[in-house]
């Protein structure tokens, strides 16, 4: 008998936490004039500064975009790259890659051994591990088209964030304290990231970045030649040659962020625009979400095993048409129209069987229409009044990326080579594999995952949404969605909900902790799913609804340090 209370009562707790961590952290702000939702406080108001200087969300998402590469060093960037989704208040939606390539010097095998077999930790960190980054290109090119204001207004607030310092969160001090041994393998990182005295960094500490604040400046003064040559590339290239890296002059000078044609997927009143390759994720949320709009997810009901069984059995099959088929569009033909076929999708199913989950193993690849097509992490949202808004997904790729600072520039590299696939079915850091659709190329952009997302209703903008979180971006994406369109969250609770997630391989359906409440994980163990508890949160994704009335419900994932910013 007191098993059973004290099992009862655990059971209660757990049930009471799951529904508390959402309801707590469910009250939406709410803004009339502009929104702004990123990973930190001083990047969010930022973007508010800017639009309050007159600027519009494209003049206020590269302002978030660079006070980001100073406020939030594991991922925000200028060494990095992303994807931008911008729709105009005229309702024109463009999308941006400024994805890294891959540098000339690069080779498929440059990361095997003489066996054939990878070399652990080569594409993840130190010199060799970065693409040619795109950031700077890509927020110069998004600003000359749709900005109003000249750049170095723009990047004024990030100039100041790193020149005078900014106060370090709980969160961040504790980040910087936790990876000082791993900062203190490289000479510059060491210096820039670590303390002199060998002290831990604690919360509200102001951290100085100079040699930063000298580059962002050579950047405002000088647009992409602020980065791409001159000083600033100087000292890549030293930086590059002095661990063994081969990024050159010439990649630099060579690198060009690309207008992609959108991807558009309908579902029911929703019109979702999206990132086409090389970022994976409008083609995988395409294919979910035409999937599963035969189904009625709101009568299957909200996390019920039966929907995340469906859930859990559509992402299997497109995480292993992704495997396949998808790479950089300017190298390889991805059949983007075939895969996003929503009678191929439908036919992708009939192997669903609502009472038994599939084997991976013996659910591979579809065969989509191979018709020739025309060529063609953190996230954050901006939008303001006139109903201009960008949605934008940006990364080193893993937290500090290859753990290396340009010594003398102050900004971190990105380990993105690893998001090709390095060895045909070896797994990346995120458990993904591919072949040669994402095998390493001189100047060949990595396949992504990045989602960044907006949504429009009857025509109108409605959502904008995103997260990091690798592997996990596509799902994540489409459960933010569906809460709001299915379930009718509001945006905080949307992003603060808890996630499950599948990708084919491993065979495994993961969930974070407190999504499932026992009796959901025993009857989708039941159904044959190998279930896998994360440690960790999936994921932070951002958010910002626009109600009928125009104003802006922002969500900010609770799971992190994200901030909503507006007026
Ligand atoms: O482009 C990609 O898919 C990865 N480089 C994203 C990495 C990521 O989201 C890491 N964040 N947790």
Redo the contacts with the bound molecule.
């Keep these: 008998m007191k098993y059973m209370l004290r099992f009862l009562a655990s059971g209660l707790m757990l049930v009471l936490f799951s529904q508390l961590s959402i309801a707590q952290v469910g009250f939406p702000k709410i803004f009339e004039n502009a929104a702004v939702v990123s990973a930190t406080q001083e990047a969010s108001e930022a973007g508010i500064e800017i639009i309050q200087k007159g600027g519009n969300a494209i003049d206020a998402a590269v302002a978030v975009k660079f006070a980001l590469a100073v406020t939030f060093p594991a991922?925000g960037n200028i060494g990095g790259g992303?994807f931008m989704v911008i729709r105009s208040a005229d309702g024109n939606v463009s999308t941006l890659d400024f994805?890294e390539t891959a540098p000339a010097a690069a080779h498929r095998d440059m990361y095997l051994d003489e066996d054939g077999e990878v070399i652990d930790r080569l594409s993840t960190f130190g010199h060799l591990a970065s693409g040619v980054p795109g950031t700077v290109d890509g927020m110069i090119t998004a600003l000359e088209k749709y900005g109003t204001l000249p750049l170095d207004v723009v990047m004024e607030p990030a100039i100041r964030l790193a020149r005078d310092g900014f106060r370090l969160s709980w969160r961040e001090a504790g980040t910087l304290t936790r990876n000082r041994n791993r900062f203190s393998e490289f000479e510059g990182t060491k210096m820039y990231f670590t303390k002199s005295d060998g002290e831990d960094f604690v919360e509200g500490e102001l951290f100085i970045q100079t040699d930063l604040a000298n580059t962002l400046q050579r950047i405002a003064d000088n647009g992409r030649d602020g980065f791409y040559a001159g000083e600033t590339a100087d000292l890549l290239v030293a930086e590059m040659e002095s661990g063994g890296g081969i990024i050159s002059h010439e990649d630099l000078a060579n690198y060009r962020s690309v207008w992609r044609e959108p991807i558009e997927v309908t579902y029911r009143d929703y019109t979702m625009h999206l990132m086409g390759p090389p970022?994976?994720?409008g083609i995988a949320i395409g294919q979910m979400l035409n999937k599963l709009e035969p189904y009625n997810l709101k009568r299957l009901g909200y996390n019920t095993p039966e929907t995340i069984h469906l859930v859990a059995e559509v992402s299997r099959r497109v995480y292993a048409d992704r495997a396949e088929f998808l790479g950089d569009p300017d190298f390889y033909d991805v059949p983007a129209g075939g895969l996003l076929d929503k009678g191929y999708n439908r036919d992708r199913m009939r192997t669903f069987n609502p009472s038994r989950a599939s084997s991976s193993a013996e659910v591979s690849h579809g065969e989509p229409r191979m018709v020739k097509e025309s060529d063609n992490?953190?996230h954050f949202s901006v939008v303001d009044k006139a109903g201009n808004a960008v949605s934008l997904?940006t990364?080193l790729?893993?937290?500090f990326g290859s753990f290396v600072t340009v010594t003398g520039g102050g900004f971190l590299m990105n380990n993105?080579m690893?998001?090709f696939s390095v060895k045909s079915g070896v797994p990346n850091q995120?458990g993904l594999i591919g072949g040669e659709a994402n095998e390493v190329e001189p100047g060949k952009r990595?396949?992504?995952?990045?989602t960044p997302s907006i949504v429009t209703k009857d025509g109108q903008l409605h959502m904008l949404l995103g997260?990091?979180?690798?592997?996990?971006?596509m799902t994540t994406v489409l459960q933010v969605f569906l809460n709001i369109a299915e379930y009718g969250m509001n945006a905080q609770q949307a992003v603060a909900a808890p996630r499950f997630h599948h990708q084919w391989l491993p065979d495994q359906l993961y969930h974070e902790p407190f999504t499932f409440n026992r009796a959901t994980q025993e009857r989708l163990e039941w159904l044959g799913h190998d279930l896998n508890q994360r440690r960790f949160y999936t994921?932070?994704a951002n958010c910002i609804v626009i109600k009928e009335d125009g104003t802006m419900e922002t969500g900010a994932d609770p799971r992190g340090m994200n901030y909503a910013a507006g007026f």
């Design positions: 991922a992303g994805r970022s994976s994720g992490t953190t997904t990364t790729n893993s937290g993105e690893d998001d995120f990595m396949l992504s995952s990045m997260t990091p979180g690798g592997s996990t971006i994921g932070q």
